[in-house]
């Protein structure tokens, strides 16, 4: 599984920004995806996850009511929509896959983007 995730950029504080992560392969309902971050001088962190079918999904407090995860099976990609955007949101945000059940730990997950880049200034 390949994995390309895209859509990051430079937002002001309160704005909106959606990421894409399109997969390869022909599996790709079977396998749960996720999206961490990672900021400056931090360690990698969960940050939303959603089921194969996407009829399951969960966040991490930080981002839960503000973040949303979704996906289109028919087009092999995940989504990350962002809203009210804080300067502490700034990361680079990575999709991942694995199969089985959500996880929110990064060593659970097999496959990843190669991370695309958030700023967020205030």
């Known amino acids: 599984v390949q ?3 895209s859509g ?5 504080a309160r704005d909106s920004l959606t990421l ?5 392969g022909r ?3 079977s396998y749960v995806m996720a999206w961490f971050r990672q900021a400056p001088g931090k360690e990698r ?3 939303a996850a959603i089921s194969g079918s996407g009829g399951s999904t969960y966040y991490a407090g930080s981002v839960k009511g503000r973040f949303t995860i979704s996906r289109d099976n028919a087009k092999n990609t995940v989504y990350l ?3 009210s955007l804080k300067p502490e949101d700034t990361a ?3 999709c ?3 199969q089985g059940t959500m996880s929110t730990f990064r060593k659970a997950y097999d496959y990843w983007g190669q991370g695309t880049l958030v700023t967020v200034s205030s």
């Open 3 to 5: 994995l390309q995730a």
């Open 27 to 29: 599996t790709f309902s």
């Open 96 to 98: 991942a896959s694995r």
């Open 8 to 12: 990051g950029g430079l937002v002001q």
């Open 20 to 24: 894409s992560c399109a997969a390869s």
């Open 45 to 47: 962190e969960f940050g």
């Open 92 to 94: 680079v945000y990575y």
């Open 81 to 83: 929509q962002m809203n």
